[in-house]
Nanobody
Framework: VELVESGGGSVQAGGSLSLNCTSA????????AAWYRQAPGKEREAVAA????????TYSDAVKGRFTISHDLSSNSIALQMNGLNVEDSGVYYC???????????????WGRGTRVTVSS
């Protein structure tokens, strides 16, 4: 199963970027989805998520109030709108979609290959 991210790029601090994730095979649905990022020399961290079953949206403290995650049923995509970007937001952003087995969410994810975001001061 392949998830494909798009929309990364370079932007100056204070600017905005919109990331998108879609799949030709996987359907984003009740097992949730999330955006993660990994900065150089750091571990991958979740920045925004739509939880399984109840679709509750959560954000990391670092991006709360600046980033917005959304799910578009018609295009089968997960988007991440990023505003007020700062240098610390730079990294590779990964899309994740929850796996299911026999209609139950397993807690594991399918992953995209990532899209790079570079924020300059």
């Amino acid at each position: 199963v392949e998830l494909v991210e798009s929309g990364g790029g370079s932007v100056q601090a204070g600017g905005s970027l919109s990331l998108n994730c879609t799949s030709a095979i996987y359907t984003f649905g009740y097992c949730g989805a999330a955006w993660y990022r990994q900065a150089p020399g750091k571990e991958r961290e979740a920045v925004a998520a739509i939880s399984a079953y109840d679709y509750r949206i959560t954000y990391s403290d670092a991006v709360k109030g600046r980033f917005t995650i959304s799910h578009d049923l018609s295009s089968n995509s997960i988007a991440l709108q990023m505003n007020g970007l700062n240098v610390e937001d730079s990294g590779v952003y990964y899309c994740a979609g929850g796996k299911s087995l026999y209609d139950q969410c397993t807690g594991e994810n399918y992953w995209g290959r990532g899209t790079r975001v570079t924020v300059s001061s």
